[in-house]
């Protein structure tokens, strides 16, 4: 099945800079890659997401890119605000099995 | 309702207790799926169904563990006999397609926190 890989597992920025979170998948039929945001005892939910057939996107201050070759896909924050902090996960899914597998998280810290 | 719900947000059982929790998700939507999420950890893969059927349950750490949805809306997942390392909030999503064919966004749940004695 799928296995997801997540790093940094914590992240500390200062207010304005760039934050990237990197992560890796195993299943070369996933083809689904969506980035979650969880702030402390709330629901995930979802800032972006990429599929397979496109290498980049972008929404604002954040942008998801996507290498199917090397089967890993980052996340990136520029001009970090402190309501950026949050544990943000990675996932992918819609390969063999039709789940949604997600990384361990990344707590990230936006110091003003 | 608007958005996925679940019920109860809270529980607390002692060890060898039956639970069970409940997510309704937002109406129409065809695929629910079952997450365990540890604190400080990723939400964990339990189970995965598609309309009533459950396509996928290897995620589901014994059998003491069942989920049903028997027509295709509301769903139940069943803990028997639990244990302490069952303590965890228990996520629902729902989407309105197959995970990843053009189905885009996941949407959670508040969760069911479960703390067992």
């Known amino acids: 099945g799928e296995n997801v890989e997540q790093h940094p597992s914590t992240l500390s920025v200062q207010e304005g800079d760039s934050a990237v979170i990197k992560c890796t998948y195993s299943d070369s039929a996933s083809n689904y890659f969506p980035w979650y945001k969880q702030e402390l005892g709330k629901r995930p939910q979802l800032i972006i997401d990429i599929r397979s057939n496109v290498g980049e996107k972008k929404d604002q201050r954040i942008a998801v890119t996507l290498n199917k070759t090397a089967k890993h896909f980052s996340l990136h924050i520029t001009e970090t605000q402190p309501e950026d902090s949050a544990v943000y996960f990675c996932?992918?899914?819609?390969?063999?099995?039709?789940?949604?597998?997600f990384g361990k998280g990344t707590k990230l810290s936006v110091k003003p | 309702g608007a958005g996925v719900s679940q019920s109860p947000r809270y529980k607390v059982a002692k060890r060898g207790q039956d639970v069970a929790l409940r997510c309704d998700p937002i109406s129409g939507h065809v695929s629910l799926f079952w997450y365990q999420q540890a604190l400080g950890q990723g939400p964990e893969f339990l189970t995965y169904f598609q309309n009533e059927a459950q396509l996928d349950k290897s995620g589901l750490p014994s059998d003491r563990f069942f989920a049903e949805r028997p027509e295709g809306s509301v769903s139940t997942l069943k803990i028997q006999r639990t244990q302490q390392e069952d303590s965890a909030v228990y996520l629902c999503?729902?989407?309105?397609?197959?995970?990843?064919?053009?189905?885009?966004?996941?949407?959670f749940g508040e969760g069911s926190r479960l703390t067992v004695l």
């Open positions: 999503a729902s989407s309105w397609g197959r995970a990843g064919l053009g189905t885009g966004e996941l949407f």
């Open positions: 996932a992918a899914g819609g390969g063999s099995q039709g789940n949604l597998i």
